[in-house]
C-alpha cells in the first residue's frame, strides 16, 4: 500500500482574502437589492390591482413596469457612476504607485548600468587591448623564429 503524502495546503494571504471577503460582501448586497427590488414590484403590483382610481388592472401594471424600469435605470446609473468614481480613484493610486515606487527604481537601473558601461570601458581600455596587442605581438615574433628556425635548417629551404 503507498502511503499519499497529504500536503497542507497554502493559506491564503491577507490580500486574497479581504479580496474573497468583499466579493463575497458585493454579491449578498446586489442579491439583497435584486430580493428587494422584486418585493418592491409584488407590492406594487398587488396594491395597484387593488385601487379603484385606475381605469384598468392591466394599465396599471403597465405603468408600474414602467416606473420600475425607470427607477432600475436610474439605479443602474447611480452604480456606474460609483463605480467610475472607483475607477478614478484606482487610477489615481496607480499613477501613484508608478511616481513614487516604479520611477525610483528605473532610476537606480539607470545608474546601475551607466556603472556597468564604466566598468566595460575601463576594462576594454586597460586589460582586453593590452592583451590583444601582447598576444598578436607574440604571434609575430613567434612567426619571426619559425622563418628563421626554417632558413638555419639545412635541406629545408627554398
Known sequence: MEKKEQRPEAAPTPA??????????SLVAVGVVLVGMIALLVVLAV?????PAQPSPGAAVV???RDAAIILVAFETLIIGILLV???VQVQALIVL??????????????????????TRFVTHHVVSPTIQ?????????RVLQEVGNLLRPGKGA
Open 16 to 25: 486574497e482574502a479581504r479580496l474573497k471577503r468583499n466579493l463575497i460582501i
Open 47 to 51: 396594491d395597484a390591482y387593488r385601487s
Open 63 to 65: 405603468a408600474l413596469l
Open 86 to 88: 472607483v475607477l478614478l
Open 98 to 119: 508608478l511616481r513614487d515606487e516604479v520611477r525610483p527604481m528605473l532610476e537606480a537601473l539607470n545608474d546601475t548600468l551607466a556603472t556597468v558601461r564604466g566598468t
Open 134 to 142: 601582447a598576444a598578436g605581438f607574440l604571434a609575430g615574433v613567434r
